[in-house]
């Protein structure tokens, strides 16, 4: 069992930076991957990004590509996405997830555990 909490959204203009924090409770951590998603008022929940459960590898969604990171820090139990050059179409609540499959994912029903979302607000 894994338990997570979102952390570091707000407002920010155009163009600016945010860091969201991911932390975990749970022994086992370091042997599940993690992903990132967002959901717009109105609209489904989606793909942002994923990092495999030692870090080595990741994959992002084509709307975040090159301004988007994401990164882990597994002895923290942390999950990091620094967002860089963000639009006001990156409004959204952002979601953590957890996957026991250890593997890079992008589908939402592949995750197992999800933490209760940040809002991102971003003004133009």
């Known amino acids: 069992q894994v338990q997570l909490v979102e952390s570091g959204g707000g407002l920010v203009q155009a163009g600016g930076s945010l860091r969201l924090s991911c932390a975990a409770s749970?022994?086992?951590?370091?042997?599940?991957?993690m992903g990132w998603f967002r959901q717009a008022p109105g609209k489904e929940r989606n793909f942002v990004a994923a990092i495999n459960w030692s870090g080595g590898s990741t994959y992002y969604g084509d709307s975040v590509k090159g301004r988007f990171t994401i990164s882990r820090d597994n002895a923290k139990k942390t999950l990091y996405l620094q967002m860089n050059s963000l639009k006001p179409e990156d409004t959204a609540v952002y979601y953590c997830a957890a996957d026991k499959g250890g593997g890079t994912k992008i589908s939402i029903s592949e995750y197992d555990y999800w933490g209760q979302g940040t809002q991102v607000t971003v003004s133009s």
């Open positions: 749970g022994r086992t951590f370091s042997s599940y991957a």
